[in-house]
């Protein structure tokens, strides 16, 4: 298992044993845990994410640390966009989807202030960094 995975599976675990006390920032950006459905095993997958709260919808966004291939989370809502998230004790059923180039523009100022890192990973990668708009899901 590589050092990315372990720290990840690490963080689930310390966030859902203190319902986000524990693991629930990131310097002075808030984290939540995304469950996704892994495209090939159908297995849950949870990975632990820096949101933006706009009105009821969650924006997150998938960087992947600046690696030029997606995250596995994103490949797996593109494939399913039903997903739950955890906001410390708090389980949501989402449905998530891209945002669109306006949506992104109006966001990505907020998004790079909440966690500046974003500008850098952009500049890393040679592809564009999807910010993913996820809403509750009504289904």
Do not use: C
Not at 64 to 88: C, F, M, V
Not at 107 to 127: G, H, V
């Amino acid at each position: 298992m590589n050092g990315q995975r372990l720290f990840s599976r690490t963080h689930v675990s310390f966030y859902r044993l203190s319902r986000g006390r524990v693991g629930g920032r990131l310097r002075n950006a808030p984290v939540l845990l995304l469950t996704t459905i892994g495209r090939k095993t159908g297995k849950k997958r949870t990975t632990p994410l820096l949101y933006l709260r706009d009105g009821e919808r969650i924006i997150i966004v998938a960087s992947n640390g600046g690696r030029d291939n997606e995250p596995s989370w994103w490949t797996n809502l593109r494939h399913d966009p039903h997903a739950e998230i955890q906001l410390k004790d708090e389980k949501r059923k989402m449905v998530a989807r891209k945002a669109s180039e306006e949506e992104k523009s109006d966001f990505w100022p907020l998004l790079t202030k909440m966690y500046p890192a974003y500008s850098d990973y952009q500049r890393q990668t040679k592809r564009e960094i999807p910010v993913v708009i996820l809403t509750q899901d009504s289904g």
